[in-house]
């Protein structure tokens, strides 16, 4: 088959995000448009040709947020007499100027097309500033062809975060940074620092603009995925905020360590020995209660559930679970994780969800198979699986806790996948299906 | 005077000329090849294509990056496309593009020239730009593809009363049974429908296009290649959509009359526009693609009644929605895609009646979308 490799005999700088590209009809992760959406009070506008117009209108309209995003097309014209900053200018000026109430912020997103065009789009920025002062224009990009320097969803994460302005700094006030989720009850480091009296804050909580802008006065940004890392050393130099990481996976020790470093830098109590200790029992069991009930039933996990797909295989397997295959196209994990599992079961099937030989391959699995994470689900053709994106707000021994109830729910009821999957922003409130 | 074609407050956008290009050659057999960087293939394949799920059609996206597009390195896209075709075993090959390679003057041509070359598959370049409206794709794809495959020798096998259905995407039609409400309402009145460009035939059907009398062009991305057979074949061409009992008449006759006098017509009277973004006020605006929003209005009009008049995008610009708006306050009924509803949200003096259309608001109303080809759809019944 060619639309899979035994891990056994892939090399960890394998990517099959390079080139020809085929998409699945799995639609659950959060694009740009979703998390733009994010901001209250803001209007995002869109400025780019109609075929990439075309993908964020909908996805707007599909979360029946059409009164919270406008468009600007590129159009030949522009390309032909270079002006494409008063499009840009005049085009803001009327929306602005039409909408029924004044957004507090305005994201312009700007498109692959204005980097080759050498478009002085700040310059245009700098005008609507001085004009409209009560509005914060920031600057967003939806520019795919810059994708292996400045990729857009990391880029925005940035972008939406410079609306900050630096300010003063308020006590025992942390932010969490770059999440499409909630981050609460199955997350140890939320609980943990709201018993310990520290005001936590998130992006996705926020109901008004001011009160996002108050993310400002925090003491410390935690984030808990990748595409966050741009914001929060974009916050650190610019509001002089601290930054901790803190790694979304299944390594015992590593979330000890970044929970101590979380406790210390507040100076409040942590986990003690006896309470990790109690902590670990929780989860072993959580992980034994499932595996006593999904047996010898094959696991297929997919990077769109879970950022550390090969961490969590190789957790799953050292408990004894059947995984049998993980979806990833690019290897962002450790390479001792790739490696360890590479030792671990060099059977283990990697497959290649944007690889063009994947389209014409025979979907199914002969028996029940519990996917985790809706690409797995799809390709396997299962209705037994996890639908989640992202990690849904899961970390730490909660979390795990929490991925091993909701597996041992997907293994016990039956999701009509063929509609959740084609849902576009998992979560969001996207209404289509 | 210069409208702004640019800016949308509002509205939505219809969608472009690449989704036209895989719409419509998606069940010939062949693998579509996006030069793009990334997200035209998902909005395609998750807006534009209701097939997607259920058929294993081959589309991709060839993933350009910054170097590769500032080294003009086109050999990326060669080795990746032949490679696939090597796995795949396409029968032919499309390469269109958005804006970037626009940008770059990517030359198509040559580029299809070099991979047929190299894996032997016949491959269709199809410059799209990725700044016009799917109109330009479905025509720019389906004049290609005749071009290269279609004989136009065979109108001397064509039969007496046989019909070419030209223009038949989902982007337009759906796959709700509006195309086979459109074949019957031929076959019904005794033409045989020799091919359906490009809904439910195959590539070999598509290989004998030119065996027909007549041309009926369903939709304004028929044109193009309706012009093209014209030109090499000589079919005549009839414009018009039957939506209707009244106005599947008037398109029977329309087709009858040029079987027997081979000239080229339209199935629509005058309308009364007073400019091309101009609609008097007080009767019911129907907003759509062209050929359909021309059909539906004469429908409207053959019933009696306050007068209908059609307000289409155009091809390459869209629509000015500042004139679109005010056509709508002023109308006493607008038939149009319930995205459209947002425009007139304020007014409370014109009445909306939805009538979704996929190219517009893609999957959304999808399920709504109503069987409107053919004689048993109620045009009356619409406007009550």
Not at chain 1, 87 to 103: D, K, N
Not at chain 1, 224 to 240: E, I, P, S, Y
Not at chain 2, 285 to 292: N, T
Request: proline content about 5%.
């Amino acid at each position: 088959m060619l639309e899979f490799r035994p891990i056994g005999e892939l090399e960890y700088e394998y990517n099959a995000d390079l080139g020809l590209s085929y998409a699945s009809p799995v639609r659950g992760v959060w694009n740009i448009v979703h998390i733009g959406t994010l901001v209250p009070e803001a209007h995002e506008i869109f400025v780019c040709p109609t075929s990439c117009l075309r993908g964020v209108v909908l996805t707007t309209a599909e979360m029946g947020a059409m009164d919270r995003l406008s468009t600007i097309t590129v159009g030949e014209d522009n390309i032909l007499e270079g002006d494409m900053e008063e499009a840009l200018q005049r085009g803001t000026e009327r929306i602005i100027a039409e909408l029924p109430v004044r957004p507090r912020a305005m994201l312009i997103y700007t498109s692959c097309i204005h980097h080759f065009l050498a478009v002085n789009y700040q310059r245009v920025y700098r005008v609507l500033r001085e004009k409209y002062p009560d509005i914060d224009f920031i600057d967003c990009y939806m520019d795919p062809i810059m994708r292996r320097t400045a990729p857009a969803i990391p880029s925005l994460w940035r972008q939406i975060h410079r609306l900050l302005k630096p300010g003063r700094k308020v006590k025992n006030q942390a932010n969490l940074v770059g999440n499409c989720f909630r981050y609460g009850e199955y997350c140890d480091l939320t609980v943990m620092l709201r018993q310990a009296g520290i005001t936590v804050m998130d992006l996705n909580t926020c109901r008004t603009y001011d009160e996002f802008l108050r993310m400002a006065a925090s003491e410390v940004n935690f984030t808990f995925h990748n595409t966050a890392v741009r914001a929060a050393k974009d916050m650190k130099l610019r509001l002089g905020q601290e930054w901790l990481p803190m790694r979304p996976g299944y390594d015992y020790d590593a979330i000890d360590e970044d929970m101590r470093a979380a406790a210390d830098f507040f100076g409040i109590p942590g986990l003690s020995p006896e309470e990790i200790a109690e902590e670990r029992r929780l989860t072993e069991k959580a992980a034994a209660d499932t595996l006593a009930l999904l047996e010898d039933t094959p696991v297929s996990i997919d990077y769109t559930a879970v950022d550390r797909p090969l961490e969590l295989a190789l957790y799953l397997m050292d408990r004894g679970f059947n995984v049998e295959s993980v979806f990833v196209d690019v290897f962002t994990e450790a390479r001792e994780v790739f490696e360890a599992l590479q030792r671990r079961a060099p059977e283990l099937k990697i497959y290649q969800s944007l690889g063009w030989n994947i389209r014409r391959m025979e979907r199914g699995y002969p028996g029940k198979l519990l996917a985790v994470g809706q690409k797995s689900a799809y390709f396997k053709d299962t209705n037994f699986f996890v639908n989640i994106v992202e990690n849904d707000g899961m970390y730490g021994y909660r979390g795990i806790r929490r991925l091993m109830e909701l597996m041992r729910e997907a293994c016990e009821a039956e999701k009509p996948m063929r509609e959740l999957v084609q849902i576009k922003g998992w979560g969001c409130g996207c209404s289509f299906s | 005077m210069a409208f702004d074609y640019q800016t949308h407050v509002f509205t939505s956008t219809y969608t472009a000329d690449v989704s036209g290009v895989c719409s419509a050659l998606y069940e010939l057999g062949g693998m579509s090849v996006l030069h793009d960087p990334s997200g035209c293939n998902s909005t395609y394949s998750t807006h534009d294509e209701p097939r997607w799920f259920d058929t294993d059609s081959l589309m991709y996206v060839s993933g350009l990056d910054e170097i590769t597009a500032v080294m003009g390195d086109d050999d990326v896209l060669i080795r990746d496309v032949v490679q696939a075709a090597r796995d795949l075993a396409p029968r032919f090959i499309t390469l269109c593009g958005a804006s970037i390679p626009h940008i770059i003057a990517f030359d198509y041509r040559g580029v299809a020239y070099l991979i047929e070359k190299e894996c032997g598959v016949p491959v269709l370049p199809v410059a799209t730009d990725g700044l016009k409206s799917y109109v330009s794709g479905v025509g720019l794809a389906l004049t290609a593809w005749l071009d290269r495959f279609a004989d136009p020798g065979e109108t001397r096998n064509a039969r007496p009363g046989s019909v070419n259905l030209v223009g038949v995407t989902p982007l337009d039609f759906s796959v709700n049974g509006n195309v086979g409400k459109l074949r019957s309402a031929l076959e019904d009145a005794g033409y045989y429908v020799n091919c359906c460009m490009a809904m439910g035939d195959t590539f070999e059907t598509m290989e004998k296009a030119y065996r027909a009398k007549v041309n009926l062009v369903v939709s304004s991305a028929g044109r193009r290649p309706a012009r093209h057979m014209k030109k090499k074949g000589g079919i005549p061409i009839v414009e018009g959509l039957p939506i209707g009992p009244e106005q599947t008449g008037a398109v029977l006759r329309a087709v009858a009359d040029t079987m027997i006098d081979g000239k080229d017509r339209t199935a629509w009277g005058s309308f009364g526009n007073t400019g091309r973004w101009t609609v008097p006020a007080g009767g019911v605006l129907v907003i759509g693609e062209e050929i359909f929003a021309r059909s539906l209005a004469n429908a409207v009009n053959l019933l009696g009644g306050a007068p209908a008049y059609p307000f289409w995008p155009d091809e390459d610009e869209g629509v000015p929605e500042a004139e679109l708006i005010a056509a709508m306050r002023g109308a006493a009924v607008v038939v149009a895609d319930p995205l459209y509803r947002v425009a007139l949200k304020r007014d409370g003096g014109t009445r909306f009646v939805d009538f979704p259309h996929e190219a517009y608001s893609g999957r959304i109303y999808r399920a709504s979308l109503p069987v409107f080809c053919g004689p048993d759809f109620s045009v009356r019944g619409l406007l009550e």
